[in-house]
């Protein structure tokens, strides 16, 4: 069955810099629409980083542009999320998800997360001022 694995979660001061990622099992990697999500308590989820996996292109909301950069590693089947700068605004649990109905073309970061049928258990990120 699909798995997804996150890690590299903990806790930082502001400006500060956390890599997580995501091991991804159970299905073909490449192909797909996969990416980070996070979601503050009280707060709705929200689409922070895509990419369409083997090669295709990524895709961010603005509050990380510049900050946050998304990669993999297909070879290992593995998704990465570079967080750099980090601030206290940015404190959420973060999930990675993939989505297996979103193609090339529309994979973007605003897509609604009900697009993404699959997703990992979370992991914390704690940014204090």
């Known amino acids: 069955q699909v798995q997804l694995v996150e890690s590299g979660g903990g806790s930082v001061q502001a400006g500060g810099s956390l890599r997580l990622s995501c091991v991804a099992s159970?299905?073909?990697?490449?192909?797909?629409?996969m990416g980070w999500f996070r979601q503050a308590p009280g707060k709705e989820r929200e689409g922070v980083a895509v990419?369409?996996?083997?090669?295709?292109?990524?895709d961010y909301a603005d509050s990380v542009k510049g900050r946050f950069t998304i990669s993999e590693d297909d070879a290992k089947n593995t998704l990465y999320l570079q967080m750099n700068s980090l601030k206290p605004e940015d404190t959420a649990m973060y999930y990675c998800?993939?989505?297996?109905?979103?193609?090339?073309?529309?994979?973007?970061?605003?897509?609604?997360?009900?697009?993404?049928?699959?997703w990992g258990q979370g992991t914390q990120v704690t940014v204090s001022s």
């Open positions: 998800a993939r989505s297996n109905i979103i193609g090339r073309g529309s994979c973007r970061s605003a897509q609604p997360s009900t697009l993404f049928p699959y």
């Open positions: 990419i369409y996996t083997g090669g295709g292109s990524t």
């Open positions: 159970g299905y073909t990697y490449s192909n797909n629409c």
